[in-house]
């Protein structure tokens, strides 16, 4: 059995294994992440890696708010842990230093608030999932009777919502005379800074006026583009890593080689030389960030729900057949790309590398996992295009089978018959739905176009939509995905 990974075997490492190129003991936090995953690992966390010899004053506290298992495999190893980056020509391995704490809340709380109100602390950034929002994905709007948030109004003092730690810490920081941090959000939320300062505003106000209006009036929240595929970590890629460091890692990383952050530069207390690692620093990330939330993000969701319901299994079996590589291809060139406006960006391009990106092999991208919490994902990844088609009376057919994927994948049955796991919020709803409705599509599109936290209020009204939506998955569950797409 190798030595565990940690500071004291970094000297254990094969020379070609690339490590911190900066002494840890003398990293200093400025940065507090909530929501310390696979994504911000293999992301936000390499960008500072990369700066943190010559800026040692922006190391990262990370905290998790559901459960300890990220802390919990990384402490032993002194939150190192290793990035394996793979493509065709093989996996190559890198020691990431940048994290240097990670909090659980459920047993942490007071600790994190601590970090959160230091003086230290001037970003506080985000990757919590949509659902972390504790929003109505639809509207962007705070979900008052979320019960996270119902119980961080009751005990303000006990937060365990994102919205209601940032804003207990902020209170903190304004009775300490402490200037405001920035919040700066990281996930696939359309306009993700302005989301967060809708929720964040909403529910500071919600607690006190005037402190409401110290959040708005004090408080930037820059929006941001992230980019990169990040498949969760398997028992076969431990093996694999380990074998190649000569150490045993417990939650090493795996990723592609493609990496893009897009940050909208409003740090008014501060922020490291992000440019300086490869970050792109606008005036703007709304262009960018809808860009990618298309034809990235929709397309991605897509093809795991067509995928899954057909068989496949990862991202790149579903590219590698001909048939469903045409269609994404259909689907980015003929629905998405039209609906964008970017002077200077060529976006065919960037839908070829995209559908080069879904076919690396090497990454067993499962599409039961980009298929997960699709009640949070569908609003802005599918249906604000497809809002888009509509009022500009353009073809959307192909974007409604994506949605029409969804359905029939929410509905818990494969096209082999097999009974899927379901992993979304509203689980519990379509589970009702799908009881109701028995073998009547009408009334199992009904159903579903009455969750208004996924559709709004406005597109189920539409009678073309529904009565396209409703084709579409009939069309699934008679013919198959294959032939859905010819």
Known sequence: MPKRLSTDTLGLLPEPIARPAYERRQIRPGIVHLGVGAFHRAHQAVYMDDLLANNPDWGIVGASLRRPDTRDALAPQDFLYTLAVRDATGTK????????????????REKLLEIMAAPETRIISLTITEKGYCHDPATGELDENHPDIEHDLTHPDEPKSAPGLIVEAIRK??????????????DNLPANGKTAQKIITRFAQARAPDLGQYVAKNITFP???????????????????????????????VTEPFCQWVIEDNFPVGRPPFEQAGAEMVADVEPFERMKLRMLNGTHST??????????????DVVS????????????SKEII??????????PAYRDALLKRFSNPSLKHATWQIAMDGSQKLPQRLLDTIRDRIA??????????????????ASGTDESGKAIEISDPLADRFERIVASAGDDISALVDGFLQLKAVFGTQLPKDDNFRKTLENKVRLLREKGVLAAIG
């Open 392 to 409: 500009a009376g353009d073809d959307y057919r192909r974007l409604v089978l994506g949605v029409a994927g969804w359905i029939v994948y």
């Open 223 to 253: 929006s941001t583009m992230v980019d990169r595929i990040v498949p969760a970590t398997t028992d076969a890629d431990r093996a694999e890593i380990s074998q190649i460091i000569g150490l045993e890692d417990a939650w090493p990383i």
């Open 93 to 108: 391995c890198r020691i990431v230093g940048a994290l240097l704490d990670c909090i659980n809340v459920a047993d942490e």
């Open 303 to 316: 093809l795991a729900y067509l995928g899954y319901l057909a068989g496949f299994k990862t991202v790149s």
């Open 321 to 332: 057949n001909a048939k469903m590589r045409a269609f994404l291809h259909e689907l980015m």
């Open 173 to 186: 920081r304004r009775e300490s005379g402490i200037p405001p941090f920035a919040v700066m959000s990281c």
């Open 338 to 347: 039209p609906t964008l406006h970017l002077p200077g960006t060529d976006l």
